[in-house]
């Protein structure tokens, strides 16, 4: 086995992207390393190649342990987003009193002033339902989009937003929370709560598929269906698909009919390279 076929093999067997490429670095330097020892002891090159590669064992095995070690699915950073709003809801509970003078907590302040509790609770369900709906949407095309915890959308340089699906499902968390029979912000709380797992599960799924989508396309080779740059198609493992160039923002292009190799991940989307 050569030594590239060995770490497309191991590196097929890693999901977690981001600790992939310095696993097959330190692979490479090591069969690097063990080939020019080889060498040195009179091997030819071609020979040499094969007895590290052989030294280093089934590629399959070493790269479902590492996998074990270092599989990341669980979205850590947004599950903290949406918690940081079910802590916002006692720091206004707080705020609440100290402004009424001790008389009213959050919910009793909405309901003095903003006259909340006037709103059936069916108004609150169904409203709440459908942001729910829209941040469970979001949060799917964020993960199939490749898409950050934080980012802005737009059609132009004239106006875009910030929108994160955290941020809606906690809003709906929190208005959905109108019907759970709890007194005080501890329902806000829940409500929320309720919103941040479900986002973490909806989260968790998509980065399943997309761990599986990678592995199977990882430096897979194809060709170029159209002309690629931030956008393309390209045919791989026999599957048309839409496809990216790697360095599309700095200009590059993959004219049409090229070879191309799958060299990561941007959501669901293959990024390329000619060869």
């Given at each position: 086995m050569k030594e590239y076929e060995y770490l497309k093999r191991l590196g097929k067997c890693i999901s977690n992207g981001s600790v992939r490429g310095e696993i097959l670095d330190e692979y490479k330097a090591h069969l690097e390393d063990c080939r020019e020892a080889l060498m040195k002891n009179g091997m030819s090159k071609a020979e040499a190649e094969e007895e590290?590669?052989?030294?280093?064992?089934n590629p399959e095995e070493a790269g479902n342990e590492l996998n074990q070690i270092h599989a990341r699915v669980l979205d850590f950073s947004m599950f903290w987003w949406m918690m940081f709003f079910a802590f916002?809801?006692?720091?206004?509970?707080?705020?609440?009193?100290?402004?009424?003078?001790?008389?009213?907590?959050?919910?009793?302040?909405?309901?003095?002033?903003q006259q909340m509790d006037k709103i059936p609770l069916q108004v609150h369900l169904v409203v709440g339902t459908a942001i729910l709906c829209y941040g469970i949407i979001l949060s799917i095309w964020e993960k199939y989009s490749g898409k950050e915890l934080f980012y802005a959308y737009g059609r132009n340089w004239k106006g875009?937003?910030?929108?994160?699906?955290?941020?809606?499902?906690?809003?709906?968390?929190?208005?959905?929370?109108?019907?759970?029979?709890?007194?005080?912000?501890?329902?806000?709380?829940i409500g929320v709560f309720a919103a941040t797992v479900l986002n973490i599960i909806i989260r968790t799924v998509m980065n399943l598929i997309r761990n599986r989508r990678e592995q199977k396309y990882l430096w897979e080779i194809g060709f170029a269906d159209t002309e690629i740059t931030w956008n393309g198609k390209g045919t791989i493992c026999g599957s048309n698909m839409k496809v990216r160039a790697r360095a599309s923002e700095e200009g590059a292009v993959i004219p049409s009919g090229a070879p191309i190799m799958v060299v990561s991940m941007e959501g669901f989307k293959p990024v390329v390279i000619a060869i």
């Open positions: 590290a590669v052989r030294q280093m064992g916002l809801v006692p720091v206004f509970e707080v705020i609440s009193r100290l402004v009424t003078a001790g008389k009213y907590g959050i919910v009793g302040f909405l309901n003095e002033y875009s937003y910030l929108t994160n699906s955290g941020t809606v499902m906690a809003l709906a968390g929190l208005i959905c929370s109108a019907a759970i029979p709890v007194r005080g912000f501890v329902k806000g709380m």
